[in-house]
């Protein structure tokens, strides 16, 4: 008589895959190997990559990118884009301080008020999704031309030029500087604040999706919404949360743009929407949503970190280095295909 053990044992469903199988069907196992290849590159050609005391500039440029990326990612797992994130962090960044400066606030009202408004224009983009049923790319088109001409058009106004006055002499500044442009020195690297957000972002981001149910969901959403629906998933809820989660990061990314130089410039921001989407891809998600890596969008940004201070410690011409990005994005789109296609055999 066959036992239920013999039973599992031929079953190939239920059969134990290998670790270096289920590591190879990993989304962010292309970044991860692509961030090796570029760090030994570059420990390899330029010589000021390999002093210690560079690792923080490099992991604060990885950061500024990574704050984004990581809620792209989840967006883009989710199925949606948002091409207004670049400016949406230029508008949190103005918004906290026009609001402080024009009024006479103190600085913590207006950080308090771009929060607000941040996580509006997310919530207002998943609004219109929804509402309309237009694509997310047109929709957040459309955002991202509306936020980028406010932005000029309100500071100009306010202040007669393109950048927000100086608040670095306005109550609460001294405190708000500390929670967001502040930084720390261990040993010879000195690391920006917004290194311990990016890695924070990243650990939750990846508990969210991987260990909890609102996880199941955005994958859920991202892989075929009407499904999704018809098994009791909130679709609405889901889609709005994510784009209101970039809204919440593009503020929080907008405040140490302000308190980090105590002035925004208003065309600050347009084209950054692109590079949290390669940085996103470049770590596993795919275009079509429903798969990728919150882990692999922040290696991606390590990777963009690494290679645009490389490029000009190595002493190349940093003309190229949108090139490089363009073909790191079509390798990733390939090798995410090529990783998902054998996951799904598996």
Known sequence: MTTVTELAAQDDRVASRPLAARLLSRPE??????????????????????????????????????IM???????????????????AVTTAGLSGSLLAWNFGLNVWVGVLLSLVLAVAIGAFNGWLLLRTGLPSFLVTLGTFFILQGVNLGVTRLATGNVASADISDMDGF???????????SLGPVNLKI?????VLLTIIAAYVLLRTRIGNWIFAVGGDAAAARAVGVPVRSTKVGLFMAVGFCAWLSGMHL??????????????????????????????TGGYGSVVGASIGALIFGMTQLGINYAGWNPDWFRTFLGVMLLLATIVNLYVKRRADLR
């Not at 001294?174 to 720390?184: I, K, Q, T, W």
Request: proline fraction near 2%; charge should be negative; aromatic fraction near 12%.
């Open 29 to 66: 196992v292309g970044s991860l190997v692509a961030a090796i290849v570029i760090f030994l590159l570059f420990m390899a050609v330029a010589a000021p990559f390999r002093n210690v005391a560079n690792i923080g500039t490099i992991l604060y440029g990885a950061s500024t990118i990574g």
């Open 194 to 198: 917004t290194v311990l957000y990016w």
């Open 258 to 287: 302000l308190f980090q130089f105590n002035t925004v410039q208003s065309g600050e921001g347009v084209g950054k929407e692109f590079i949290f989407i390669i940085a996103a891809v470049i770590g596993g998600c795919l275009l």
């Open 174 to 184: 001294a405190s708000a500087h500390a929670v967001f442009g502040s930084e720390v």
């Open 69 to 87: 990326a990581v809620p792209v990612a989840l967006l883009m797992i989710g199925g949606e884009f948002d091409l207004s994130a670049g400016v």
